[in-house]
């Protein structure tokens, strides 16, 4: 089916480890984003990409690594967990300025 | 730098009163796009209107009504006799298509709605 998925859905891991949270898209949309979301800060922008290979920091990019080899895919990678990144992340995909979000992987850092 | 605005943390409503969610945003750009989303208990995101800055004209869906005032630089939405199935979390968010940078949606912190039977 067309759509964005993330994987996975629900995620608990320990302090340091490395964890990685996918995100794929079937449109071939150019641009593609991660959000995380925080009680009491809505949604905030971790990283973005405007196309394959090129990929910049947002608002919130400290302890987070992307890469987008692919235009379908954009993983984000949690080099060394910590508890504050406990959190519900988003990927979007957008494309002439509509956005489409996956469903969000919730992450529980213990 | 981009700015979105939800001063109303949380509003509870009775049930069929109208209630409206205040956004006020912040941009040096003159072209951009605001939009309104829906998260209920269940999680996701749902897109609920996108507006373009060149467009001011109010819009209505059914309960739904969006108010646009550039001279205020605010986007607000307004239900109509609510319902209980509206309550959610509601986020106001503001893009640019003039560069890279700002093609990222800004999202403002959120408005809980609750809705009492």
């Known amino acids: 089916d067309a759509g964005i998925t993330q994987s996975p859905r629900y995620k608990i891991t320990e302090t340091g480890r490395q964890v990685t949270l996918m995100c794929h898209q079937t449109w071939s949309h150019s641009y593609m984003f991660w959000y995380r979301q925080d009680l009491g800060h809505g949604l905030r922008l971790i990283y973005y990409?405007?196309?394959?290979?090129?990929?910049d920091k947002g608002e919130v990019p400290d302890g987070y690594v992307v890469s987008r080899s692919k235009t379908e895919n954009f993983p984000l990678t949690l080099e060394s967990a910590t508890r504050s990144q406990t959190s519900v992340y988003f990927c979007?995909?957008?494309?002439?300025?509509?956005?489409?979000f996956g469903s969000g992987t919730r992450l529980t850092v213990v | 730098a981009q700015k979105v605005t939800q001063a109303q943390t949380e509003i509870s409503v009775v049930e069929k009163e109208d209630v409206t969610l205040d956004c006020v945003y912040e941009?040096?750009?003159?072209?951009?796009?605001l939009f309104w989303y829906k998260q209920p208990p269940s999680g996701e995101l749902v897109f609920l209107i996108r507006?373009?800055?060149?467009?001011?004209q109010n819009e209505i869906s059914g309960r739904y009504s969006w108010n646009f005032q550039k001279s205020t630089s605010s986007f607000n939405f307004t239900i109509t006799a609510s319902q209980v199935v509206d309550s959610a979390v509601y986020f106001c968010a503001l893009s640019s298509l003039m560069d890279t940078g700002r093609r990222a949606l800004t999202f403002g912190s959120g408005t809980r709605l609750q809705v009492q039977p």
């Open positions: 990409s405007a196309a394959a290979d090129i990929t």
């Open positions: 507006r373009n800055s060149f467009d001011e």
């Open positions: 941009t040096r750009d003159t072209t951009y796009y």
């Open positions: 979007a995909s957008s494309e002439g300025g509509g956005y489409t």
